[in-house]
């Protein structure tokens, strides 16, 4: 047990290295706020320092003062609601500016390197394979792609989590895990939800249909008990804040789709490969500029050698 304990300090070790090279210290400070001066990181501080001063509203994400028309909740600024929820009532003792996107990020490079850690674990047992496969996983270009812009997404970890309890036989805590992990990412981002969603429904169908190791009647209690409690979560968060979808299009569904050719499409992140020519179905600016940011997923030469 202590032998596997003390494991964890290589990947902890490698995520803080890389988080210190790559990103840098200065965003841990809770005054800084510097560097979100882009437009998603902005909006994102924007829709906490309002949210934080705002008192409670139910449910519990209504931020009214965000804004005159666009007021809806913490869940629409991409403000990391699962930090904004925890740091709320401490208000009167946090500075003033106080962000937390800088700690965020560092906590997915320890959570990014550790998931890999332990799903790199199921197939080898060798430790300096997997720190090097750790390390592939903190360069990825889709989690540094996100860095600085909208930091919400670089909890790529729950994705590479929820790959592990898929590919590990032990049933041990299994629904605990699947509802915590389905729970967080709830409250982190819809999208990273959605696909956590879908590994999920895989697992339930891969261990009731496929190894037999679930009843029915088990993946039907399963459902219910978590989709339940989730449905609270859902509706506490704020997501229901705006109404119907009329209100909440941007206008922009249908374009940016996901290139089939992405994965391999390094669009200047490798010294050896050539990008991939992209023919966007609408020639229109818009188009291709979502398709190059939205649909960029190219996982580096290293995670596509370990695959």
């Not at 705002?54 to 028309?69: A, I, K, Q, V």
């Not at 993946?219 to 859902?234: D, G, M, P, R, S």
């Not at 994965?263 to 020519?277: A, H, K, M, R, T």
Request: charged share 10%; proline share 5%; aromatic share 16%.
């Amino acid at each position: 047990m202590h032998h596997h304990r003390y494991g964890l300090l290589i990947p902890v070790g490698l995520a803080c290295l890389f988080f210190y090279v790559i990103v840098g210290i200065e965003v841990l400070n809770p005054k800084n706020i510097a560097w979100l001066y882009n437009i998603d990181p902005a909006t994102a501080y924007l829709g906490w320092a309002l949210f934080r001063f705002g008192g409670w509203n139910f449910p519990l994400g209504l931020n009214p003062n965000y804004g005159l028309e666009i007021s809806s909740s913490i869940i629409f600024s991409d403000s990391v609601p699962l930090l904004a929820f925890i740091l709320k009532p401490f208000t009167s003792l946090l500075t003033n500016p106080f962000q937390y996107l800088g700690w965020w990020v560092l906590i997915c490079f320890l959570m990014q390197a550790i998931a890999a850690w332990l799903t790199l674990g199921l197939f080898t047992r060798d430790r300096v394979l997997r720190a090097l496969g750790c390390c592939f996983f903190l360069v990825a270009p889709p989690l540094l792609w996100r860095i600085g812009d909208s930091n919400c997404l670089v909890g790529q970890f729950y994705l590479l989590f929820a790959i592990y309890l898929v590919l590990r036989k032990t049933q041990n805590y299994r629904q605990f895990a699947w509802f915590a992990l389905l729970s967080l990412s709830l409250l982190t981002h819809f999208y990273i939800f959605i696909m956590v969603l879908s590994l999920w429904f895989t697992d339930l169908l891969e261990r009731c249909l496929i190894h037999k190791t679930l009843r029915a009647k088990e993946v039907l209690f399963e459902v219910i008990w978590i989709a339940i409690i989730l449905a609270i979560i859902f509706f506490q968060a704020g997501y229901l804040a705006l109404g119907g979808a009329n209100k909440i299009s941007t206008g922009s569904y249908g374009i940016g789709k996901l290139n089939l050719l992405a994965p391999f499409n390094v669009q200047g992140w490798s010294y050896l490969l050539p990008d991939i020519p992209i023919s966007p179905s609408s020639m229109e600016v818009s188009n291709y500029t979502l398709e190059r940011i939205a649909g960029f997923n190219y996982f580096g030469l290293g995670i596509l050698e370990l695959t």
